[in-house]
């Protein structure tokens, strides 16, 4: 982040930031739209940008998403939050040769905590593909990063079901 801003501005930005994200799990991503504006205007975060995206994500808005995540990455590039969503964004639009390419970006990224995501969503594009042993391995990554994703080992399960 860039260090220009004092640490009332900063600080402002994060509670705007945290006030976007609570009205967003809300449900309310009108008001979070326009608390993230606030809170990127004051201090603009790879975090805001992203979460902005997902936020026009849910209104169908994927380019604009995409243009948020964009910026996310000008912001930070080792933040693998706005490459998952790039690459899940892809997949709504049925790009999934270009979903392939944001996903494994994401994967790269050093800074990215929910590292089983990427490979959910890269076994959603296989698995659309056709290329079931491609979407197994995914499934078994995304398991074996994150014991919690129940969806991803009961995928994992039917398809292997399906091959015997």
């Not at 849910?58 to 964009?70: F, G, L, N």
């Not at 790269?108 to 491609?134: C, F, K, Q, S």
């Not at 990554?141 to 014991?147: F, G, I, N, P, S």
Request: aromatic residues 10%; proline residues 2%; contains cysteine.
């Amino acid at each position: 982040m860039n260090n220009n801003f004092s640490q009332s501005e900063t600080e402002l930005a994060r509670q705007l930031f945290e006030q976007a994200y609570h009205e967003h799990m809300a449900g309310e991503i009108d008001d979070a739209i326009d608390l993230y504006h606030q809170s990127i205007e004051l201090v603009p975060t790879a975090e805001a940008h992203t979460f902005l995206g997902w936020a026009y994500s849910m209104q169908k808005r994927y380019e604009e998403a995409i243009e948020e995540c964009m910026r996310a990455i000008e912001l930070d590039e080792e933040f693998g939050n706005p490459y998952n969503d790039i690459g899940s964004y892809m997949i709504e639009l049925n790009r999934w040769d270009d979903a392939v390419v944001w996903l494994n970006r994401a994967l790269m990224a050093t800074r990215y905590e929910n590292r089983a995501l990427p490979h959910l969503n890269l076994a959603r594009v296989y698995t659309h593909t056709g290329d079931v042993i491609a979407a197994l391995q995914q499934y078994k990554a995304a398991w074996q990063k994150d014991k919690s994703q129940l969806p991803a080992l009961h995928a994992y399960q039917t398809l292997l079901a399906r091959l015997n």
